[in-house]
C-alpha cells in the first residue's frame, strides 16, 4: 500500500463525527416548526459543523436563510439537503469575511433577494493549535483577522444597513469560553475575547437602534471538524468537562434560536456557554497535553 492509499485507509477507518444531513432534518427540537416564519437569517459558515447546524434548525423553524462561506461545494451540499428538507432553497454564496469589500458585495445581494436580514449567525472562524511560543507572525494575523476583524465586517455591516433602513436585528457571535485562557490555541482566545467584549460594548451603543448583540461560546463540540484532532486528542476531549462527554451541534443550534427567537427580547451583550460546565474545570490542550501538566507532550513546547 503506498503513503497515499494509507492515508486515505486511515481516514476511511477513524470514527465519523457529527450528525449527518439526514439527522439533521429530524433531530427533535424545543422549538415549534413555525417559530421563525417570515425572518431572514445569515448564517456565516453555513456549509458545516456549527453553522450547518444552525442552518438546519433555521430552516426547520421557517427562516429563510442566507448562507456563506469559503468554500462553494460545501455551500451546495448543504443548500441542497435543507432544501430536500424543507423545500426551501437558502441563498449561498462563497466567500471570506476577511475581506470588507466581500462582505459588502454579501449584503447588497441579500437585499438584492431579500431587503435584508433579520438576524446575523456570525458562526465562520478558525485556528490551529500551536504553542505560543512558536507561532509565527503571519500565523497570529492570520487567525486575528479572520475571527475578530472578520467578525466585525459583518456586525458593523448588518448595524449599518439595519440603521439606514431604519430597523432593528439581531446578531449572535459564536465564540468560547476565554475567562481561564485557552492554552495552544492563544491567538483564538485573543480574538474571541476580542469579539465578546466587543458584543458587550456595541450592544449598549446599538440598542438605540433596535439591534440586541450576543454571543454563545460552545465548548467541546462534536462536528465533522474533529478529524483535525489527533486520536490523543479525541480520546480525552470529553474529560474536559464534568459532564464527562462532548456537546452536538444541537446544543448550539437551539442556544443561537433561544437568542434570535422572541425568547431572547430582553436579552443582549450576554453570552451563553454551552460547554458542559468546562468554565468551570478541565483544558482540552488540542496540540497535545504536555508533561508538566501530567501528559506526554515535553515541556510543553
Not at 202 to 217: D, F, H, K, M
Not at 241 to 259: F, H, I, Q, T
Request: a negative charge.
Amino acid at each position: 500500500m503506498n503513503h497515499h492509499s494509507a492515508l486515505t485507509q486511515a481516514a476511511e477507518d477513524r470514527p465519523k463525527f457529527g450528525f449527518t444531513a439526514a439527522e439533521l432534518a429530524s433531530l427533535p427540537t424545543v422549538y415549534r416548526e413555525d417559530l421563525l416564519a417570515g425572518q431572514v437569517m445569515l448564517v456565516s459558515g453555513g456549509g458545516s459543523g456549527i453553522g450547518k447546524g444552525i442552518a438546519f434548525l433555521a430552516a426547520r423553524l421557517g427562516a429563510q436563510l442566507v448562507l456563506c462561506g469559503r468554500t462553494e461545494d460545501k455551500l451546495v451540499s448543504t443548500a441542497d439537503a435543507i432544501e430536500d428538507a424543507t423545500g426551501r432553497r437558502p441563498m449561498h454564496m462563497a466567500m471570506s469575511i476577511r475581506d470588507e469589500d466581500a462582505v459588502d458585495r454579501l449584503f447588497d445581494a441579500v437585499e438584492d433577494r431579500f431587503g435584508g436580514i433579520d438576524h446575523l449567525v456570525n458562526n465562520a472562524g478558525g485556528q490551529f493549535p500551536q504553542d505560543a511560543v512558536h507561532m509565527s507572525r503571519k500565523g497570529w494575523r492570520s487567525v486575528i483577522d479572520l475571527n475578530l476583524n472578520g467578525t466585525w465586517w459583518m456586525m458593523q455591516t448588518a448595524a449599518q444597513r439595519w440603521h439606514r433602513a431604519e430597523r432593528g436585528g439581531s446578531i449572535v457571535n459564536i465564540v468560547a469560553h476565554v475567562e481561564r485562557g485557552m492554552p495552544q490555541v492563544a491567538h483564538t482566545c485573543a480574538a474571541r475575547a476580542g469579539v465578546i467584549y466587543l458584543s458587550k460594548t456595541v450592544s449598549t451603543e446599538w440598542a438605540p437602534l433596535g439591534i440586541r448583540v450576543n454571543c454563545v461560546a460552545p465548548g467541546v463540540i462534536e462536528s465533522e471538524g474533529f478529524h483535525v484532532y489527533s486520536d490523543e486528542a479525541l480520546a480525552r476531549f470529553h474529560d474536559a468537562n464534568p459532564m464527562k462527554r462532548r456537546g452536538d451541534v444541537w446544543d448550539v443550534a437551539e442556544s443561537v434560536v433561544y437568542l434570535t427567537a422572541a425568547s431572547g427580547k430582553f436579552v443582549t451583550g450576554e453570552t451563553i456557554v454551552v460547554d458542559g460546565g468546562m468554565a468551570q474545570i478541565g483544558v482540552v490542550w488540542p496540540g497535545g497535553r504536555p508533561d508538566y501538566f501530567g501528559g506526554a507532550k515535553p515541556n510543553g513546547i
